[in-house]
C-alpha cells in the first residue's frame, strides 16, 4: 500500500502477506483480505520474522532500483549523446528486471523507503551479516542532492531567483517528510539562492519544514513568471500545463531544469532553454 493510491492498492494488491502467530489467525486475516480484494491475488504466509523481514526487503529491493537508475541519469549527464529514459526503457524490457521505479531522477523519500532501506542494513550488522548493496543504495540516495544543487551551480550563480516546482516526495500526495525536494530547496536557499516554491498539495507543509528559508508563490503562474532558474521536482501533471508564455524574459531565455523530463521542450524552443535530467546534453 502506498500513499496516494492506498484504496486501489488495497483493492487491487500484486500479493498479499500475512505474518501469522498460528494457523487459525492467518485463515481469519486470509479471508477478511481476500472479501475485501476485487480479484484473488496470491496469498504468502508466513511466521512473524520472515513476514518482516519481507517487507523491508521489499523496499529495499525497490530502493536499490531507484538509486541505479539515478547513478545510470549521472552516467548519462556525462556522456554525450545517453539518454537515461532510452537506457531505462531498454533495461526494463528484460523480464528478469522490469520497468517500475527504473526511472532516474530525484532520489527516494516519504516516510517508508528511507526508513526500512537503513533498518534493513542496521539488521544486518546487528546480526553480524553484511547489507553492502542496501548501504550502497542509502549513499547513492544521500548523494542525489549535492549532485542536483551543483548542476544548478553550473547554470546560476549565489542570488538568482529560483522557483522550484514539487515539493512532495512524489505526485498525488501532500506528504515531505524526507523528500528530496524540500531538501534540495533547503540546500539551494543555504547557498545563497533566493528560492521560490510550489507545490499543489504540499506547499504548506513544505513551507512548515523550511520556514523562512524560502517564500511560498501565490500561484504556479506567479511561480514561473517572477525567476530566473525554473526547476520542476517533482512530476506533477499540473506543470505538463505550464504556458510558455510565463517563460518570456525580454529577450532572453529561461533555463528550465526539468528533473523528470515532465515538459515538451519543443513546445518551449522559443522562449527557454529546457534541460533534461540524464540527457547527456
Known sequence: IALGSVVRDMLFPDSILIGESDTKAGDVLQTIYLQMCEKKPPVQRMNFVSAELTKISVNTYVTTKISYANMLADICDRLPGADVDVVTKALGADTRIGSKYLKGAMGYGGPCFPRDNVAFAALA???????????????????????????????AKAGTRIALLGLSYKPQTPVVEESHSVKLAAKL?????????????????????????????????????????????????????????????????????????????????????????????
Open 189 to 281: 536557499a543555504d547557498a545563497g539562492y533566493i528560492v521560490s516554491v510550489h507545490d499543489p498539495l504540499a506547499q504548506d507543509a513544505a513551507i512548515g519544514v523550511l520556514g523562512d528559508k524560502v517564500v511560498g508563490a501565490s500561484s504556479l503562474e506567479g511561480a514561473v513568471l517572477e525567476c530566473d532558474l525554473l526547476i520542476v521536482a517533482t512530476g506533477w501533471p499540473e506543470y505538463k500545463a505550464i504556458d510558455p508564455a510565463w517563460c518570456k524574459r525580454n529577450g532572453q531565455r529561461l533555463t528550465v531544469l526539468d528533473l523528470w523530463r515532465t515538459l515538451p521542450a519543443d513546445k518551449f524552443a522559443d522562449v527557454a532553454d529546457v534541460l533534461y535530467l540524464g540527457s547527456g546534453r
Open 125 to 155: 550488522r546487528k546480526i553480524g551479516a553484511r547489507a553492502d548493496v542496501a548501504e550502497a543504495t542509502d549513499r547513492i540516495n544521500n548523494h542525489q542532492i549535492e549532485r542536483l544543487s551543483g548542476l544548478v551551480a553550473k547554470f
